[in-house]
C-alpha cells in the first residue's frame, strides 16, 4: 500500500486535535458555567473526593469552579508552567496565519500573559484558563474567540520567517520562545 503510513499518521493527527477540541469545549462550558461543573463534580459522578484527592488533603469538591489560582493549586501544588509555542502556522497570510499553544502541564489562568515580537507586535490574553492538556490557536485575524482559538483582529499578518516570538506571563516573566521557520 503505497503512502499508508502518511495516511495513518494524518489520521492520528485529525483524531488528536479533534480530542483536544472537545476537551477544550467541555472544559469551556465547565469554566462560563461553574454549576455544570458543580453537577458534575458533586452529583451526576459521585464526588470528586471520591475519585481525586489533592497532596495537601483538601477536598476538591468545595473549591469555587471560577477560582483558576484554587483549581490549579489543588490539582498541582508548585507545579513548573510548561506551556510552549508549539508553531507559527501559515506566517506572512493575514487569513490563516495563527500561533499554536499547547499546555502539557496543569491548568493556567493566561490572563494577562503576552505573545510579543521585537517589533512591537503585542497579543495581550483576555480573560482565559488553559486547561491541562488543552492548547489554544492566537490567530491574527478577525474572529469570535472560542474555547480553542483566540483572535487578535488585526488586518495585517504579523508574523514572519527568522522572528523570534515571545510568551510572557503578566508579571513580565519569559515562559517561552519560538523562531518562525520558512515556509
Known amino acids: 500500500m503505497h503512502g499508508s503510513s502518511t495516511y495513518g499518521v494524518n489520521f492520528l493527527l485529525i483524531v488528536g486535535l479533534s480530542l483536544v477540541n472537545i476537551i477544550g469545549a467541555l472544559t469551556f462550558v465547565a469554566h462560563k458555567h461553574p454549576s455544570a461543573l458543580t453537577a458534575l463534580t458533586n452529583g451526576a459522578l459521585g464526588t470528586m473526593s471520591d475519585r481525586v484527592t489533592p497532596p495537601d488533603g483538601s477536598n476538591p469538591a468545595e473549591l469555587n469552579p471560577t477560582d483558576s489560582a484554587a483549581l490549579n493549586a489543588a490539582a498541582v ?12 502556522f501559515r506566517p506572512g497570510d493575514q487569513r490563516h496565519e495563527f500561533v499554536a499553544l499547547v499546555n502539557p502541564g496543569p491548568s493556567l489562568d493566561v490572563t494577562g500573559w503576552t505573545l510579543s515580537d521585537a517589533h512591537g507586535h503585542r497579543f495581550t490574553f483576555p480573560s482565559f484558563i488553559l486547561f491541562q492538556g488543552g492548547g489554544v490557536n ?3 485575524r478577525q474572529g469570535t474567540d472560542t474555547p480553542v482559538r483566540l483572535y487578535w483582529d488585526l488586518t495585517t499578518p504579523v508574523w514572519s520567517a527568522g522572528e523570534t516570538l515571545t510568551l510572557r506571563d503578566a508579571d513580565g516573566t519569559v515562559h517561552a520562545t519560538f523562531t518562525v521557520q520558512d515556509t
Open 77 to 88: 501544588p508548585d507545579a513548573p508552567v510548561l506551556v510552549r509555542i508549539d508553531e507559527v
Open 138 to 140: 492566537i490567530h491574527t
